[in-house]
């Protein structure tokens, strides 16, 4: 008898058979959707860019003092006297450069405000500036910046540019000592004598340089590649590449700039009459300011 039956059973299994192919087909299987569908695909995210290689660098310039009054009216803070500085090391570059497409400068007066500090996390590199302050006394601004500056050589990312104070702030934060020149003031535009790594970095032979300091770096950090000296000073610049770039002169400082120092510091007594005249028989000099703020732009590049 039962040949309709089993006739019957043979059609259910077939029809079974074919539900579950189009589970297997069409990957819906409600029992275990990771087996029947391809995971979904990673989202792979390209690598950073070099902090360094394209677009405008983010320089925070930390000021460590303000400029006299007659260049505060005519220039403004030593933000915008830096800034003066890379425009013109912009302009001399072959080709020239648009300083907006090197550079995003912001400025910090970090003597009154222990908090102007910028984040190290937004700045590709720091400019400690001048000060008429000593970079060897215990002031808590003066403390919290060497620990600043050792933050930033931490990162192994943050690049640094010491000028004149900041190259002694530099170099103690590098565990070097820092302290009075026993051969006195060194002021308006001298000569340094290049090493020859100092000659490739600057591409210079000698370098002329505004100087306005009485204070130096008794020695050349542990790391650190001696660019230049002269009888004054033995420390005059040095380097560490992909880290600092450090001078003991100033730059950023013009004939104008200079000369309202000396006249101001030889008014109120600082300045023998000896020390000015000096000073004011070669503010006038032709100095490489530019073209050492040329090798900055390219250091925070290389």
Known sequence: MPRPFSSFLR???????????????INVSPLSPSLTR???????????????????????????DTPQPQ???RIGNYTAVFTQL????????????????????????????????????????????????NSFDNDPWILKLVEYTKAALATNRVRIIGVCFGH??????????VGRNAKGWEVAVTTVDLTPKGKKVFGLEKMRIHQMH?????????DAIPLGGNDNCSVQAMY???????????????KDIVTEILFNRHTVGVFTD?????????????????????????????
Do not use: W
Request: charged content about 20%; hydrophobic content about 40%; some cysteine.
């Open 86 to 133: 890379f425009q013109g090391a912009c302009d001399i570059s072959t080709p020239p450069k648009k300083l907006a497409d090197e550079l995003t400068i912001s400025g910090h007066g970090i003597v009154d405000d222990l908090h102007a500090y910028p984040s190290l996390d937004n700045v590709d590199a720091i400019l400690i500036s001048g000060s008429r302050h």
């Open 11 to 25: 059609l259910a299994l077939f029809a079974l058979c074919l539900i579950a192919l189009r589970f297997v087909y």
């Open 38 to 64: 391809p995971p979904p695909r990673a989202t792979i995210m390209p690598p950073p860019p070099p902090p360094h290689s394209s677009g405008p660098l983010r320089l925070a310039v930390l000021e460590a």
């Open 168 to 177: 002694q702030i530099l170099s103690r934060a590098l565990g070097c000592k």
């Open 240 to 254: 560490s590449p992909g880290k600092y770039i450090a001078v003991q002169g100033h730059p950023e400082f013009t």
């Open 71 to 73: 260049t505060r009216a």
């Open 214 to 222: 009485t204070d130096i770096v008794a020695d050349f950090p542990a």
């Open 274 to 302: 000896e020390l000015y005249n000096d000073g004011m028989s070669r503010v006038a000099d032709e100095h490489d300011g530019f073209v050492i703020a040329r090798s900055f732009l390219k250091f925070l590049r290389d």
